[in-house]
């Protein structure tokens, strides 16, 4: 019976590492969010450290011990673990830069659409702004005296070529934008 610090337990631990590897790669496929996507990284980044601490281990016992041939392999594998963790680290990154990008564009483009919006309103603010001040100035009376009295369409047909004068000047401005 074999000792937990011989060199199946070395494998058993080896081991350990490989599945945590392989259940973060899984956690990477199925990330969707940046925030899953987060969560690898952060889980990545110890054993990054980890792994290549390992591997300086293992080195280092091949060098004390070269007539032991399955250190060789072990090493081997240490190595392996620890390119399989950056790769898994790498393609975090990229998926969280990726999802990050494709948020902002996506708030672009809504906050171009709200700035399209945004200029449609202020069309027609101006162009019924000067006729509802005009109707305020003049106190018009109601609608059944209001048509045959001699200010109304006065009142009206001024309201309307101020409002288009306005209305053309703020289409001009924002054309230029």
Do not use: C
Not at 51 to 77: C, F, H, N, Y
């Amino acid at each position: 019976m074999e000792k937990s610090g011989s060199l199946p337990g070395l494998e058993s631990h080896l081991s350990g590492y490989r599945n945590k590897i392989h259940k973060l790669d899984e956690d990477l496929d199925a990330a969707k969010s940046p925030r899953e996507y987060f969560d690898v990284m952060r889980d990545t980044h110890p054993m990054q450290r980890a792994t290549r601490g390992m591997l300086e281990v293992m080195q280092e016992a091949r060098k004390r011990r070269p007539d032991e041939s399955r250190l060789i392999s072990l090493r081997d594998q240490a190595a392996d673990l620890e390119r399989a963790v950056e790769l898994v680290a790498a393609d975090a990154k990229a998926g969280m830069d990726f999802s990050v990008a494709e948020t902002s564009s996506l708030q672009a483009m809504a906050a171009n659409d709200a700035n399209r919006e945004a200029r449609r309103l202020n069309r027609l603010v101006a162009f019924f702004f000067p006729l509802a001040t005009l109707v305020s100035i003049f106190s018009m009376n109601p609608p059944e005296h209001m048509y045959f009295g001699s200010g109304f369409w006065l009142v009206l047909l001024t309201g309307i070529m101020l409002g288009g004068l306005v209305h053309a000047r703020v289409a001009k401005g924002s054309d230029r934008n």
